[in-house]
DNA sequence: ACACATTCGAGAGCACTGCTCTTGACGACA
DNA sequence: TGTCGTCAAGAGCAGTGCTCTCGAATGTGT
């Protein structure tokens, strides 16, 4: 039951965009609006279901665009794999991207439960550094200021064993700007000026692998 | 008049975060709502215009940030200061950047007005770049693939001659990347796991300097 | 089989929203 | 004085999230 209104939720946020009225999905359901409220306590409630659903069905399909490369020690086409994972889902589900990456609702305040599944694509990413600083690929860049230094050392000690602050560094920058380029896009802020957009997405994911030191 | 009604719809963006109500405004301005559709045709209409003065807001602080570098030849220094001005006035006026670069509001098509005015921070970003180009001190990378090229002539063309394209297209990654690692932090995907957020930003832009090929 | 408890959904209603349309007041100009 | 344009008020429509109450259905225990 919480299912199928979950599912005709994000048929409406797919269709109409982030203004979900719980009125519409109850008229859909053949119900009336109170009786969603058996259901969900509020829309906010319901909105935090559809946004930690999103963020796992996000991190599923990326961690599958990782799993993709056959060859586990080819660090540049699993990131590049994986971010253009990013972007392909992105695509798919506009709505739902704006959902968890756009701009918050003013009254929203994420519970915890959303910020758990939030880091399972970010997850992937570093997860493909720390593959390469394990069998050596991947060295330390060992350039970290140190107030971020403390910030990210706990971020490792909570999530990545074994990678160094400077790498775990690297890569959320590079998962940040993969954000950006996707939200950019999504946004529409390329809109009459970039048409080659895949082309232009790689190339620029490309140009990440460098920052970040992936080998070609 | 309208200058008004724009200034308290400010301040109730300011304050009250994206879901701006005409009524509330009005009831600011001891009018009546339907007072208000004299001076704006519609709630769109009033969102285009604070979205424009917006873009110019950002564009004239960014703008202030490069300009106060008095060693024009420090491009490094201005890009920083640039950048470090764009996360200013995002934190300082959270609202108003969600309306310019949050998920877009589903009915809303941004009219052509806000495109223009959209181009002028990333004017100033690669204007920057421009310099160092014209100086010497910067060289064509010279590495696009051969669609984005296309494109990217064609922006170059309208907004930034004698700059190639493989600078742009750094400058537009770079103002990619500033606006998704501003975004991160404004939208709330940093919290519990960043606090020296600041110096975070300011070494992520330095490595995005590096990557541009802004000399140290 | 009967009585009780629980679950479910319908319906009315409140306060709010954007927006339209009509009506009447006010001031400037001829 | 009369006319015309500008302005704002008010009523009203269709929609929203949400609360509350009230019946009907569905078990469940004795």
Redesign the interface.
Known sequence: MINEIKAIARRHLAA????LSLRAVARDMGMVSSAIYRYFASRDELLTALIVDGYHALGDAVAAGDAEVTDRTDLRGRWLAACHAVRRWALAHPAEY??L???????YA?PQET?VA?VRTPTVLIGILADGFASGALSDPGD??G??Q???AA?RDGFFPEVPEALL??GA?GW??????V??EL???L??????RE??F???MR??A??IGLPR
């Open positions: 109409e965009g982030a203004n704006a959902l990456f756009g701009s918050p609702v003013p009254g994420a910020t939030a970290l200021p107030p971020v403390g910030d990210l971020v560094s690297r920058t940040m700007c993969c954000f950006g380029v939200s950019f946004f529409g802020q809109d009459g000026l970039i048409q080659a082309e232009y790689d190339h620029q140009r990440m460098d920052l």
